[in-house]
């Protein structure tokens, strides 16, 4: 199949008058030249969205299930050439573009079935004559902004989410990765999602279509996963019209090991959650605490793995960490390394960045007044600090302004309640380094944002409650 460059508008490819060009991280090199969506794109998209929305809301739930059924479908069976798009555009490793197209692929299976199970309720009425009952009605025609790091998974999570309740969309998938949104459409019209539910418009102005999404009375709600900076001024502009707001924002993910871990297990977790997608993720583990008294050990089992991470071009076999995704990436990475380190930290382990291929570093004696272990260093730096005990690694964990998700590893059932309660964060792993998964409810406290994603839950933040009381 062609790859897609054309913004997607009320079911046709629209090649607009301006393009941009999407080039590899790895080498630069030419990817796609894109349509580059100005006001009148951006309208056009708002007005098929809000047309669609009447007949799509009222074609029945198991229907919509099963077009979102034959979507994850299509994914799983263009799963190759899926994952090699997304290495182009985004550079991660092939395996875990792969991976990426699983998971999103099972938003889309799991929200085909959810779509049947958008249950309301009948509440016993105050009067013999009283009935009450409440249903869930879709919100409307919502608006979704997604990043970079996740071109395919950001996107379906989202979009199944508002098909499966009847929703409409116009999307808008981040610069660096349009291809990824504009392959989901591809498949969505081969299965035969009707023109208008699904729109994906490219631009170069993030700003003002943020703003023009926002600005329009047909959009009822915004789905936003990035910055928090971002996110805070989107929330901002949702204000004015009321509109529904779902965050997923920034993260500064703990990644807790207590003495009794089992410490082949805590390092396997630690590979996981930090340097999948490059540590580019919003859950990737930010600040190791480790108890003073396994500290060494933990650090000796970790090197050897480390040291075995293969840098290098996504499309290649073997590799685990492909480039950064642009040079100011980079340039943060190298900068939050360069203040650890004139701040004191100690370098275990570090490899010279060649362009935007950057290793892994490893670094212990980091304290809080070390800029990497306030921001989210989106990269594959292992930042080490140490807990005198369990009360003082807690304390540390949830001393951030953000509480996405945490991370411990203990043997003992008793720390394990005390941290699964005691962590302030919307997702908590224990003993493991991955949480997300499309049954469980994805979303952050605090700064991470509002709103769940995934679950039976990842409904609610697409419908309105409505209840009818009605005198017999
Ligand atoms: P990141 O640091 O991951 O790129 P951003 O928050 O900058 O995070 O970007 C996430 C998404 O939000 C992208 O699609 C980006 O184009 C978009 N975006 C960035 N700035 C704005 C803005 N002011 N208004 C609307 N969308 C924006």
Known sequence: MKTASDAFIDGRWVPGSQRFVVRDPFD??????????????????IDAAARAFGAWRKKPAPERG?????????????????????????????????AEVRYAASFFEWFAGEAGRA????????????????????????????????????????LG???????????????????????IAQLAEQVGIPAGVINIVPTTDA??????LLGSPQIKKLSFTGSTAVGRELLRAAADDIKRVSLELGGNAPFVVLADADLHEAVAGAMIAKFRN??????????????????DSFVARLLPAVQKLVVGRGLDAGVDLGPLVDDKSVAKVRRLVADAVAKGAT??????????LVGPTVLRDVTPAMDLWREEIFGPVIAIRTALDELDALAQANDTEYGLVSYVYTRDAARQVRFGEGLESGMVGINTGLVSTAQAPFGGIKHSGLGREGSRHGLDDYTNLKYVSTTI
């Open 161 to 183: 989410a508002a098909l499966a309740a009847g929703c409409t969309v116009v999307a808008k998938p981040a610069e660096q990765t349009p291809l990824g949104a504009l392959a």
């Open 119 to 158: 249950y309301g309720e009948t509440i016993p009425g105050s009067r013999p004559e009283q009935r009450i009952v409440v249903t869930r009605e879709p919100v409307g025609p919502c608006a979704l902004i997604t990043p970079w790091n996740f071109p395919y998974a950001m996107l379906t999570r989202k």
């Open 66 to 98: 099963k077009l979102l059924g034959q979507l994850a479908a299509r994914m799983l069976a263009d799963e190759r050439r899926l994952g090699e798009l997304c290495v182009r555009e985004n550079g991660k490793a092939l395996k875990e573009a792969i």
């Open 207 to 212: 700003k003002r279509t943020g703003a023009r």
């Open 28 to 45: 630069d090199s030419l990817v796609a030249e894109v349509t580059h969506c100005g006001d009148t794109e951006v309208d056009a998209a």
């Open 278 to 295: 490059g540590g580019q993720s919003c859950v990737a583990a930010n600040r190791f605490i480790v108890e003073e008294s396994i500290a």
């Open 347 to 356: 370098v275990l382990h570090d490899s010279a960045p060649r362009g935007r």
